[in-house]
């Protein structure tokens, strides 16, 4: 799976700190997930979108294999 939240957070203006605190998570798991070492569970992949005003399909993509 591959996503866009690093696209969406810097048009945004945020910090990976201000998205980790934001969501509860440690700024080492935002950084994960923006270079897809780790794979959001479905709570988060839908906090992320909320926090960045925008839909789970739009942030991440199945790839295909």
């Known amino acids: ?13 945020y910090r990976q700190e201000d998205l980790a605190e934001a969501l509860g998570v440690s700024r080492q ?5 923006e270079k897809n070492k780790y794979n959001p569970s479905l709570d ?3 906090r ?7 839909t789970v399909e739009e942030l991440f993509e199945l790839e295909d294999k």
């Open 1 to 13: 799976m591959i996503n866009r939240i690093k696209e969406f957070r810097k048009a945004k203006g």
């Open 29 to 33: 798991t935002i950084i994960a997930i």
């Open 44 to 46: 988060l992949a839908m």
């Open 48 to 54: 992320l979108a909320r926090y960045l005003h925008t």
